[in-house]
């Protein structure tokens, strides 16, 4: 099974920065895609950001040029860089990762989700 972990997720001012990060553990996995996604109440669970391979990037059109994601391989670690936030950016933050496990069984896992909260 792997886990992940989130952490980061604050209370900022608009205009201010957060950095969300997020780790995976477990055994005999192989991750192909991260990334975050975020939640409304009421609202469907809705696409931040990916990183495929570690390179490949997409962005929702809402946070482009204000979000950064990367990802560091070697400790299955993702982040997501938040500059120039909004109060619409206000939002209970996912992690997921999708990948292999052994036998090349597909998993996909999600974080317990670490809340953003954009005010003044």
């Known amino acids: 099974q792997v886990q992940l972990v989130e952490s980061g997720g604050g209370l900022v001012q608009p205009g201010e920065s957060l950095r969300l990060s997020c780790g995976a553990s477990?055994?005999?996995?192989?991750?192909?895609?991260m990334g975050w996604y975020r939640q409304l109440p009421g609202k469907q669970r809705e696409l931040v950001a990916t990183?495929?391979?570690?390179?490949?990037?997409n962005y929702a059109d809402s946070v482009k040029g204000r979000f950064t994601i990367s990802t560091d391989n070697a400790k299955n670690m993702v982040y997501l860089q938040m500059n120039k936030l909004k109060p619409e950016d206000t939002a209970v933050y996912y992690c997921?990762?999708?990948?292999?496990?052994?036998?090349?069984?597909?998993?996909?896992?999600w974080g317990q989700g670490t809340q953003v909260t954009v005010s003044s």
């Open positions: 997921s990762a999708a990948g292999t496990r052994a036998l090349g069984a597909y998993f996909n896992a």
């Open positions: 477990g055994s005999s996995f192989s991750i192909i895609t």
């Open positions: 990183i495929t391979n570690g390179r490949t990037t």
